[in-house]
T-cell receptor, first 114, second 111 residues
Framework: ETGVTQSPTHLIKTRGQQVTLRCSSQSGHNTVSWYQQALGQGPQFIFQYYREEENGRGNFPPRFSGLQFPNYSSELNVNALELDDSALYLC?????????????FGPGTRLLVL | GENVEQHPSTLSVQEGDSAVIKCTYSDSASNYFPWYKQELGKRPQLIIDIRSNVGEKKDQRIAVTLNKTAKHFSLHITETQPEDSAVYFCAASLAGNQFYFGTGTSLTVIP
């Protein structure tokens, strides 16, 4: 198992609400990436944070936002939740240096929007 | 952006047989290709990866091949065992930044 942890493990929200998901990266890693995995699909890249700055973003609307803290942990915030936001949210940590960095996934947060 | 296609979507093999999963990518600049195994309800776990300066890599029963010219890479599992049953995802990235995943292959190894 990797040292990447996520909280909470499960969450139920209603449409229009806001949610914050948390991720603690593996020791020694400085980069966190967030992915959305719908049922039966591959993970879809949301964004990546490197040294507290956004370092790339996928095709997700601005209501998906994030933060990275000095200890390299990270938050994913989703505003105005929609039913289609129901998914497994995965974070992955890595050490971004010269390139080709392997990403290690956390266990995920399963979000259900009713 | 990058587009990764993965085939087949489902694969059933007899225990002891080999399994092959194939992926193609569109962006010739992609230079890192990991494979992940995801068991039901669990996180994706890295099983093998290959970088663009290498054509083949092997780790016990698992091997990956990369053809940069054709822009495709494949996962080979030999002597399959029931515990190999899972969903396998390929991915492509440029310098470890944004990972583009395939749609997954559900592998079933029949005892």
């Amino acid at each position: 198992e990797t040292g990447v942890t996520q909280s909470p493990t499960h969450l139920i929200k209603t449409r229009g609400q806001q949610v914050t998901l948390r991720c603690s990266s593996q020791s020694g890693h400085n980069t966190v990436s967030w992915y959305q995995q719908a049922l039966g699909q591959g993970p879809q890249f949301i964004f990546q944070y490197y040294r507290e700055e956004e370092n790339g973003r996928g095709n997700f609307p601005p209501r998906f936002s994030g933060l990275q803290f000095p200890n390299y942990s990270s938050e994913l915030n989703v505003n105005a939740l929609e039913l289609d936001d129901s998914a497994l949210y995965l974070c992955a940590s890595s050490f971004l240096a010269a390139g080709w960095e392997t990403q290690y996934f956390g266990p995920g947060t399963r979000l259900l929007v009713l | 952006g990058e587009n990764v296609e993965q085939h087949p979507s489902t694969l059933s093999v007899q225990e002891g047989d080999s399994a092959v999963i194939k992926c193609t990518y569109s962006d010739s600049a992609s230079n890192y290709f990991p494979w992940y195994k995801q068991e039901l309800g669990k996180r994706p776990q890295l099983i093998i990866d290959i970088r663009s300066n290498v054509g083949e890599k092997k780790d016990q029963r698992i091997a990956v091949t990369l053809n940069k010219t054709a822009k495709h890479f494949s996962l080979h599992i030999t002597e399959t065992q029931p515990e190999d049953s899972a969903v396998y995802f390929c991915a492509a990235s440029l310098a470890g930044n944004q990972f583009y995943f395939g749609t997954g292959t559900s592998l079933t190894v029949i005892p």
